[in-house]
């Protein structure tokens, strides 16, 4: 879509809770597409408080799903809809959140399977340069090491983690193509937690990274999914280009930040 103008509307611009603003907003801006990636993504976050995750996450997926209902209309779901208990699940395998995040993400996904013109993408950890500077999974180890810090990181735990720009030019492509549906956009690298530090580790040298092997068999805490890795083979046949491994973008692009 080279002529495309879009409205990108952070948070600082729109208040996706305050839903008579957003219902104006809408009325105002008049969009033949809508890509909706906000959400309350922190799972520490949402078990602490579940009523706003459910609006944050599920509510208001409902209202733009309602105002979008007759043209397309994009939304980011995640890999952990899944329980992990087998991994490479493609786009056929049935859910199971475990978590609070994970069961809103599920609930806004029933929402907008009802609708042929809507479009749901399950995405993995995405990486890069957030304007916070603690987005990305990336970000955060950086500013753990940079602080000094040592990180305990799962062996055992397995996900699919992809650039955000990857992400971002593969989703453009799909909205481009129109092609309702359900897509897994990840890496095509199934690595733990450990690995991805290693990865990270590599590229910062200068910051004196400190990690130390860990397991999901220690950890305490809310119950964690030990393998989503996605199998992106739907999507693949659409894309113009092949969605890549963190490793191998990491080598490409030896001079990024990220």
């Not at 399950?122 to 180890?141: A, I, Y």
């Not at 393998?227 to 894309?239: E, P």
Request: charged residues 20%.
């Amino acid at each position: 879509m080279p002529d495309a103008v879009v409205a990108a509307l952070t948070r600082q611009r729109l208040d996706l809770a305050d839903f008579p603003t957003v219902r104006a907003e809408f009325r105002r801006q008049q969009p033949n597409r809508v890509i909706h990636c906000a959400a309350l993504s922190r799972s520490p976050e949402c078990e602490a408080n579940p009523a706003l995750a459910r609006k944050l996450n599920v509510e208001v997926t409902t209202l733009l799903a309602e105002l979008a209902a007759e043209i397309p209309f994009i939304f980011l779901s995640s890999d952990l809809v899944f329980d992990g208990s087998t991994g490479h699940y493609d786009e056929t395998a049935t859910v199971n959140p475990l978590s609070t995040y994970a069961a809103t993400k599920v609930a806004a996904e029933e929402i907008l399977l009802s609708n042929p013109n809507h479009t749901i993408i399950r995405t993995s950890l995405n990486g890069g340069v957030s304007p916070t500077g603690d987005r990305g999974f990336n970000e955060q180890m950086r500013r753990a090491w940079q602080a000094g810090q040592t990180l305990s990181l799962f062996t055992d735990e397995f996900r699919s983690p992809i650039p955000a720009e990857v992400t971002a030019r593969a989703i453009w492509e799909l909205a481009a193509l129109n092609v309702p549906g359900l897509y897994h956009i990840a890496g095509s690298e199934r690595l733990s937690r450990w690995q991805i530090g290693q990865f990270l580790a590599a590229r910062w040298p200068r910051l004196q990274p400190k990690i130390v092997p860990g397991s999901l068999k220690e950890y305490v805490g809310a119950p964690r999914a030990p393998d989503t890795s996605l199998d992106c083979a739907k999507a693949q046949k659409l894309l113009s280009f092949r969605l890549t491994g963190l490793a191998e973008w990491l080598q490409a692009h030896p001079e990024e930040v990220f």
